[in-house]
Structures are given as C-alpha cells and as structure tokens.
C-alpha cells in the first residue's frame, strides 16, 4: 500500500495557503474591512458568525434550526448550507480574538481552500504518484480557474471532503478495515454539513468507482471482518451523524420544501463546449463562445495536454489485456458514442445546427453512460488505484452530462435539445430536484482531469526524470497552467463593521424584541449587505437573501421592490399586529 507522509501534511497546507494567497494578490490586503464585489461573502459571513456564536452559546447548532431572518419563519437555518465545520473553527476566532465578522470570513475561507489541496495530496499519494507529482496535482486543483473564479463564493470552496472520501475509499480496497470505511462516512459527513450540493452529488456519482472496485472485489461479501463489519460500522456511524443534524435536510427534500423546478435548473447549466472557453487574465487558446454559469470550467492547457498523454498511457494498458468479445464491444460502443457526441458537438458549433436528430444526439450520453456501466463490471487491473480511476472516469463523465441540465444547449448555433440522461434521473431521483446549480457537477469532470494529468506526469519522472536536476521538472507544467489561473482583475467594495450611524444607535437603544424590514427589497448585494450589518446575529429581520423565499417573505419582497411600497408596509403591519 503507498505510503502518506502524514507528518509532511502542515508544510503541504502552508504551501497551498501560499499558492492561493498569491494567485489571488492583492486580496489579502483587504481581508479586514472589504470583501469583493458580489452578494455572497456578506451573506456568508453572517451565516458563518450566526452558527458560530450559536456554538459559543453552547449549543450544536443554533436551536430548533432557527436564524433572525425570514421572520416569522422557523427553521431558516436549513435553506442554504450549514457550514458547521468552519464554524467551529471560526467560533473562538469570534469569542477569543473578539475579530471582525469580515477578516473571520476570508480566515476561514482561505484556510479550507488550502486544505482541499491537502486531501487531494493523500488522495494522489494513496493512487501511488511520485511526491512530486503528487505536490503538482494537489497545487493544481487549488489553482485552477474552477477554484479561482470562486473566490466570491464561500460554499463552494468547501470541497475538502470530496478528495478526503475517496481518499479513504482507495484506501479501503487497498487493506480492507474498519478506519477507511468509518473514514468515508465521516468524509461524506463533513462534506455535507459544510456544503450540502457537492455531498449530494458525491453520491449520484460514487456507484462508477465503487462498481469498478468492487468488481476485482467481489470475494469480500463473505468476509464478516473485511466488508460487513467495516460496513455495519460505517452505516451506524454516518447514519447517526446525519440523523444528528442533517435531519431537516431530509425532511425538506423529503416534502419538496425545496424544489426546484426545470426552467429555474435551466438558467445554472453548462454546456458541452463551456470546458474550451477561459475566463482568467491570460490564456493561450481562443476561447469558445459557450455558456459559462457561475463558474470557469475551462482546466487549462497544461491539464488538456496531461490528459491526453494519461489517455495514450491508459489506452496501451488496456491493450495488453486479453478480454472477452462482449467487453470489448462494450468498449468499442461507448466510445463511438463519445466521439460521435463530440464530432456532432462540434459540428454543430461549426456548420450550424442539423434539420432533424436533435433527439438521436441527445441520446448519446445515455448509450455511453450504460455502456460505461457494462465496461466496469468486468476488472482490467488488481490494482485498487487503477481500478478506482477506471471508475472515476467514467463518473466524471456522468458528471459532464448532467452538468448541462435538462437540455443539451449549443448557443454559439441557437441550438437546443433534451437531455434525456437528466431528465430520467430527475424525475426519479427526488434529491437531485432539491438542487439548481447543476452546473457544479463540473468539479467532478476537473478533479478527475487534475488526478489523471499528475498521475501521467508521475509516470513520466519514475520513467526519466528520476535523478538531478530533471526532478524539477515538474514545475514546467505548474508553470504553464498558472498564466491561465491567474484571476482577472477583481474590485473590492469596504465593508464596515460595526455599522456606526446615527440610526444603528438608536436600534442600539430600544428594547427587543422588534422586527426590521429595509428597503428596497429584492437586490441580493443590498440585501446580503443588509444581513450582515444591519440585523447581524441579533436583531429579527423580516427578509433576506438565500437559497428559497417562504410564501410570505416572497410577498413582502415583491411589494417592496417597486417604488411604492404601501402594499408591503401593510403585510408588515399584519405580521406584527399578530
């Protein structure tokens, strides 16, 4: 089994610190009293303060899951993610240092960026990269444009655990115990309880590796000790921590409290091409026009080119294995039907969008994705790290699919048809309906890019470059991709906290418990600003901005938008009458 330098971790996470710090210069310099020019870090913030002074408090989380927003409501707590892990963390930044909600934000930010690089250094370790290539492959998924245009977003830089969970589940298939599989559980935990999509999607997408494992594996259903009990183990231990405090969650999800429906889905997808267009301050090919979302998915020219040599490597291995006629066709089917959706692809971009077979060309993932399925349950290797790659590919590849939503949209050509692999699923899948940005499956397609790229180059130095100077060589690739990270230039908007004005005085002043309604109501970057300083963590606030809108919240924000108000006022007046 590989060895992990576990001892080596803190000096591999201060690298990752200072990776992000510097791609990201200056931002640092406005940690304090500034945060960048969107919506999400206020509200992020004051969720972060809000469940960290709950715990200061005393309590797991903040009681009966209630917040100070959405007034009347309850259990508010529950329409965005919970972020307890960096809460706990941030909960002595807040009682002991007594810092400003705004430096504990980008604190705490910065420093579980950095540690998704940690977890994906095990995760390539544990795989058997060399430690530089391990070193490459970790400095890359913190680096990439994927993580630097989310630097605005707090949640979703929150992907710790994804590298972590299949860290341990390699590292179960490779000595069978009871630790690895309990260490899966608590991976999957800790993702969900940080940030609930990524968690979600984890499981949609974990049946391809674990298929792929389980298929050189399948002698330890017999084994009490090596499978059941490891098991047993880990289902008691992850059910009790989700029943513990991911609860509301299921119940919501359960009643279709949050649902979300294909025309809102449709406005947080991407498309095929989106992954060829760059969105940093440099990059070497002309970029696509293609939908881009929330995000840059673009991996850069570095990961393109390691790919395509991990490709050629992978090709050569299977090639070496006799296999029976159905398997290689099975093979040969699913990547015809790969190729054909890439050729159409990019016919289509090119020439324009075809007369008829919009519904044949949305059938393609479907036919590559149940092939993909027979291919892995025949193994190609013994060894766990081959196997579980094997798997994670053609996850990633399920990842890409759904990452286009309901329609497979090519716009450059005003060109649209369904997407039936998504469809299928979300209409028997009631967990994927509580979920609108579809869009983050892309992760999945960019960590599997980062692991199978470091791995090639791990190849190449235990090949030639195993001594001198040739060592270094692993730079060359860090080096080409960071031109292409690097952010392009980013506006920061001061941030004052306390807020001191002659009004927040006088609400200093009055007794509670009152409930506050600003206006104008409906602009997320005054409304996330209005959370934070304004009702902060003590003062009830009729509105707010997340992940859902209750029935009467929505009506007061709708009044309160146009610019008379009088509608909105007397729905206020109502609620507080009662």
Partial sequence: MPAVPYRQAPLV?????????????????????????????????????????????????????????????????YYEALHWPQAL??????????????????????????????????????????RRSALLGALLFTIIPYRISYMVEFNMQLNFGIPLFFFFMVRYFQRPAIRYACGMALAWWLQAISELYQAVFLL?????????????????????????????CAAILGGALTWLILRP??????????????????THVLEPLSFLRPGGRFHYPPPMDARRDEMIVYPTVALILLNCLHVVNDTRR??????????????????LALIAFFLVTFGIY???????GGNLYGLLPVIAILFSVLVLVRPTSTNPATLFMTGFFSAAVFAFFLSFGPGIRIRHAHFGTPNWLYLWIYNHLDA???FRVVSRFSVYVLLFMVLAGALAWSRIERRWLRHGLRKWLWLVPLALAIPECLPQPFKTTPLEYPLATPVMQQLDQLPGPYVLAM??????????????????????????????????????????APAKPQPALAAIETCISR
């Fill in 432 to 434: 994927l309906q509580g």
């Fill in 204 to 232: 949609l997408i974990l049946p391809f590796p674990a298929l792929a494992l389980m298929a050189n594996n399948w002698h330890l259903l017999k084994s009490f000790r090596r499978f059941w009990l490891p098991g047993i």
């Fill in 318 to 335: 299977l090639l070496r294995h006799r296999v029976s006629r159905w398997l290689w066709l099975a093979r040969v089917v699913r990547w």
């Fill in 519 to 560: 206006a104008p109501m409906g602009d997320r970057a005054l409304d996330s600003r209005y959370m934070l300083q304004i009702a902060r963590t003590d003062r009830l606030f009729v509105y707010a901005w997340g992940g859902a809108y209750p029935d009467y919240t929505t009506q007061v924000g709708q009044a309160m």
């Fill in 350 to 356: 090119f020439f324009g969008a075809p007369a008829a």
């Fill in 89 to 130: 963390l941030a909960a002595p930044l807040f009682g002991w240092l007594n810092l400003n909600p705004v430096l504990v934000y980008h604190v705490i930010l910065v420093l579980f960026w950095a540690l998704t690089g940690v977890c994906t250094w095990m995760l390539m370790l544990a795989l058997g990269s060399t």
């Fill in 249 to 266: 969650y299921l119940t919501m999800l359960h009643v279709h409290a949050v649902n979300r429906g294909l025309q809102e889905i449709a």
């Fill in 13 to 77: 996470f201060l690298l990752m610190l200072v990776a992000v710090l510097g791609m990201t210069w200056p931002w640092l310099q406005t940690f304090s009293n500034a945060m960048l020019n969107h919506w999400d870090p206020p509200f992020h913030a004051w969720k972060l303060e809000y469940v960290a002074r709950a715990i200061l408090n005393g309590h797991l989380l903040p009681p009966d899951g209630n917040t100070n927003m959405y007034y009347p409501y309850s259990g508010t707590l």
